[in-house]
């Protein structure tokens, strides 16, 4: 079988460097926010290309604290997509705010900047920005939207790590940025993890308190906080990933061109890099309105997929009654029907990447010919 993503062959890859950081935290016996930390959050704040990185527990918990810093709370609106992880609407709702969904523009999967003024209202107060799949959400489109009403946006870069819209990376345009570092993520961790990134001295300092009981002076809470800290662990795992990162983003990216090569006249939607941005390509992600039967086909092939995200969240039935609204998002629940991850990770090979193109290229001619028995 091959799998959708492999996070065991990126420890194999990085095996003797990981191994060693390792066996570096065990001897010195500081596990939680010590010198890894500290560099790991210098190290990755660089790479975007802003200030301050902070280091938090998951990705959930970034969002969430980049929130707070904000000073959401309850009874304030905030603004983002249904067609995410769940994380997103979840990290919103832990500030007590209600999130408020528009519809996604259908080529980046993102928020579709014409949609959302007519969302943005008095008791708006942040717009979560999603770069979903990879690809940077409009913030081009967005930003100015947002500015003329100061509203703060909030990039969501979970599945972003090294996209960039022309020379900026994401996570340095927004107000401030949220990553995760779950294992399967362009950058991952052996475990969870996640890190807050801004160019903000003010809100820099705000997560660092609210991450750790909303410590100024140890054992004294300034402020209401939480225990969201990133480990001595993953800290010095993710310090040796990052190094590879851009390597290994080209990789996906030469993956991907082989896939649309490969693909480009079967009949499926492929994915597309916007002019001016950079696709990190997290997932590869094609449509067809044949979705299942080429996801079961391909299964039966040995060919692992996956669908993100099968249920829009405002249909989930933890969300359906207070989230749906009036107002339906037809190109949201469309995708949720269409959408399809193929195998997506660096260490892919090239008769991999074959295999996967010969065997999607079979299902959709499969399913093709079953709808035109169907159809006499």
């Known amino acids: 079988m091959i799998p959708c993503a492999n996070p065991a062959a990126q420890y194999l890859a990085s095996k003797a460097a990981i191994d060693a950081a390792v066996a570096r935290v065990l001897e010195r016996g500081w ?41 959401v709370k309850q009874g304030d609106e905030v603004v983002t997509v249904a067609h995410t992880a769940v994380a997103t609407v979840a990290a919103i709702e832990l500030t007590g705010a209600t999130p408020v969904l528009v519809d996604i523009d259908p080529v980046t999967f993102s928020i579709d900047p014409s949609k959302l003024e007519a969302v943005l209202g008095p008791r ?32 969501d870069c979970a599945q972003a790590h090294g996209a960039a ?24 961790a052996i475990g969870d993890g996640g890190m807050v990134v801004t160019n903000d001295d003010a809100l820099a300092a705000s997560v660092r308190e609210i991450r750790e009981y909303g410590w100024r002076e140890r054992y004294v809470s300034a402020v209401p906080g939480m225990n969201s800290r990133l480990d001595e662990l993953q800290a010095a795992i993710l310090r040796v990933k990052l190094r590879r990162l851009d ?14 090569a490969g693909l480009a006249d079967v009949g499926l939607v492929l994915p597309v890099e916007r002019p001016g941005m950079r ?32 249920l829009p969240i405002h249909l989930q039935p933890a969300y359906a009654e ?22 997506m990770f660096p260490e892919l090979e090239a008769d991999d990447v ?20 169907e159809a006499r």
Do not use: C
């Open 31 to 71: 596990y939680v926010l010590g010198d890894e930390v500290r560099a790991f959050e210098a190290e990755f704040a660089a790479h975007v290309g802003v200030a301050h990185g902070v280091g938090v527990g998951n990705g959930t918990d970034a969002v969430l604290l980049a929130l707070r810093a904000l000073g």
């Open 247 to 260: 390597a290994d983003n080209d990789a996906r990216r030469a993956s991907a061109a082989a896939y649309t």
């Open 322 to 343: 207070r989230l749906r609204g009036a107002d339906r998002l037809p190109e949201t629940e469309r995708a949720a029907l269409e959408v399809l991850s193929l195998p």
């Open 354 to 373: 074959a295999t996967v193109i010969r065997v999607i290229r079979a299902a959709v001619a499969g399913t093709r010919a079953a709808a035109e028995v």
């Open 165 to 188: 819209i022309r020379d900026r990376r994401v996570g340095s345009m927004g107000r401030i940025a949220a990553f995760s570092f779950y294992p399967t993520k362009n950058l991952g």
């Open 124 to 155: 708006t107060k942040a717009i979560v920005a999603v770069h979903l799949y990879g690809h940077p959400a409009d913030l081009d489109a967005i930003l100015p939207i947002a500015n003329a009403k100061g509203i703060p946006v909030v990039e």
């Open 279 to 310: 696709h990190v390509f997290h997932l590869y992600v094609v449509r067809s309105s044949r979705r299942d039967e080429i996801q079961r086909l391909a299964k039966a092939e040995g060919v692992g997929t996956l669908v993100h995200y099968p």
